[in-house]
């Protein structure tokens, strides 16, 4: 009898609050799979650190109890890392992680990350595929960009767009209570693409509410067309919340965040950079005169608990279990993507498939044009149609004298 | 018979997550004294609102419904103002202002807010007394800063300690996922007092866990132990997470945050004010070259409704109702006060008494320096015995389409 093969399981990039959830569903299903894997390890700070040799026996070291705890817990629990491989498949460093592979007699990897973990999950299925390896290498979506293609979106988003819905309306009640014109400027995660920041026009309640602009990277930004905006706006809403990407441009490609530096140096002689939230705050004040405020949501984004969207946090599971089962009807070198079922009765409804990795990583899916509208400042019906299945339900998380609860490694 | 006399309230100052859970305690007693009292009416944007003639009836204007909808509700619901009243009470403001209570037959005022709101209360009062006026002049105590004296905490305190505990112990998770040394700063409310800053200890797992440093106002800050004690933290920890108060400063007085304008300057050729988080974190870059970044925590530390501190909420609307059921006995000039009970089992147990409220006004409690530890870069067991009991529970906020609902003024 051939003796089973093992599974090894890793993350890598920044962390979103489900990217353990999905690290949940690769475990259970390989503890499910018992007649086929062998045992189940994890690499600790992705590739970088299984190349130093750090792997965790999670088969033996994670409690059923621990494994409730992993799936809310935010953060990258083997932890991450950000390395890429080398592109050409003859680098020594490709024979020396499969050497890895095989002492630990692995049959099946699975990545969970961005972009740039699907070009790892690309360059070691075709390392494999090269080599005749037989090491099946998957790819679990995570992101909360969004910025995957082939996908109808992406683990992590979800949750992401609830917390960032949810914090805007929060700020636009606390920016309205005072009596006085004011412009809260929210800037929110996203270097190229807008979807996180889309989000915000969840938190509106009602035609021209808070935030009544919300501008993306993918639409030219103009400082004086935002100026006229605030303007406008100003006739018809005392307290003015608007929500900008991170990534911002004008015309010329350049990067609005980019402009804070021109002339600015810190206490040590430094360029300052600041966010474009507080250019802008500048900008304003200096032209306008109005009272203004920028508050730059934190990493808060991608790793708040409190906010976690259920359905996110499930779909990042059986993301994880669907690949695993796929792996074991022999698939390799593919990404689980998500497809949305047009349901008669305009339900929301998935399902899972796969996609051949090499047509997702290192392109970037952005917000389509179409679904930008007003003068750039606005976001479409389509967008908030899109978005507001992905942030349903709120999961229970354990709680110990008030406080989330999360599991760490010993 | 004499004339029912009308129940006014309003609310002052920075808004926190559970001053509308005071409102509400305030108009349910009310409502539920209506054989003493005539009507409920609300002042808009407070004493400056009331000014300009701004009155909600809130008795018609808000169902039931609305009112279970208020209590988790965060912003200040009425509208607020920063308003201070003239020292002397000859001037034509006040009978302008009795003028006005008079016009509405007010018997009974409640003013929500800290501590500029309770020199409001002191001064109305005082005023009443001077000329024989009947209206009772009651302060509800609120404010994230936890800075009135004559209590044991404040409403509002509980939850933003919460906001802060939490978000802290997930910034930390986030934080730790990469294998490289790095710093992370955490800027958290509070100019003067130390107290909300100082509730980042709760998020510690155990001894030496993260946050693990903590600098409060009510110690002298100085770089360069600063530097040192980041030095030695990196021996133990490979990613360090420190919390800082907005109003640090050194031993000469000056705010941290100040020096981030010495020599700065923006694009428009305004001196840059960053705060202390954003000015250390380059200081840091400077010296000791390692991976740092700071967060700026934002207003969410005041009006999250996802972190809602249950004990706090619930403390809040029976401050409102204690003080109506006080006022209906014959007091003014009060403020209400917590009273915590050394309760035999150690269980948190609090009453609640009434207070001169000019014994509170123009006074600040900050943190006893004995709460201080080590090298002015802790807090003491005390502190976490003394915080924690403010943050348990969660009330249940009502959601639509994955949202909290929330009340707004029509």
Chains 1, 2 share one sequence.
Not at 375 to 401: A, H, W
């Amino acid at each position: 009898m051939e003796m089973k093969k093992n599974l090894l399981v890793g993350q890598s990039g920044g962390p979103t609050a489900v990217i353990n959830g999905s690290l949940y569903g690769v475990i259970t299903e390989g503890l499910q799979n018992k007649e086929a894997i062998g045992h189940v390890y994890g690499m600790l700070n992705g590739i970088e650190g299984f190349l130093k040799g750090n792997v965790m026996d999670i088969e033996n070291d994670i409690s059923d109890n621990d494994l409730e705890l992993l799936k809310t817990t935010p953060g990258s629990f083997l932890g991450s890392c950000r390395y890429k491989l080398p592109e050409d498949l003859a680098d020594p460093v490709y024979e020396k992680l499969f050497a890895k592979f095989d002492e630990l007699n692995i049959g099946y990897f699975f990545y969970i990350g961005g972009n740039d973990s699907m070009d790892t999950v690309s360059k070691l299925s075709r390392y494999a595929d090269k080599t005749g390896s037989s090491v099946r290498v998957m790819g679990v979506p995570k992101t909360i960009d969004n910025d995957l293609v082939q996908t109808d979106h992406t683990p992590g988003f979800g949750s992401a767009a609830k917390y960032v819905a949810t914090t805007v309306r929060e700020i636009s009640t606390d920016a309205s209570v005072y009596d006085t014109k004011s412009l809260t400027i929210v800037e929110i995660m996203g270097r190229h693409a807008g979807w996180l920041t889309a989000a915000g026009v969840l938190a509106r309640k009602f035609k021209n509410d808070n935030p009544v602009y919300i501008y993306l990277p993918e639409s030219d930004f103009s400082t004086d067309e935002f100026l006229a905006d605030v303007k406008k706006g100003f006739e018809t809403n005392n307290n003015l919340v608007v929500c900008v990407s991170e990534g911002i441009q004008d015309a010329t490609g350049t990067f609005i965040c980019e402009y804070s530096g021109e002339a600015g140096v810190d206490t040590f002689g430094h360029k300052t950079l600041t966010g474009c939230g507080k250019y802008l705050e500048n900008l304003v004040k200096d032209k306008l005169g109005v009272k203004v405020r920028s508050i730059e949501l934190n990493v808060s984004q991608r790793c708040s608990s409190s906010m976690l969207s259920l359905t996110d946090l499930n779909e990042a599971a059986a993301a994880g279990s669907f690949g695993v089962a796929a792996a074991l009807k022999g698939e390799t070198g593919k990404m689980i993507a998500f497809n949305r079922i047009n349901a008669a009765d305009n339900a929301y409804a998935l399902n899972y498939s796969l996609v051949d990795v090499n047509e997702v990583c290192n392109k970037e899916k952005t917000v389509p044009v179409e679904w930008i509208t007003g003068n750039g400042n606005d976001v479409s019906q389509e967008m908030v149609d899109y978005i507001r299945p992905l942030i349903q339900g709120t999961p229970v998380v354990p709680e110990k004298d008030g406080l989330p609860l999360f599991l760490y490694r010993k």
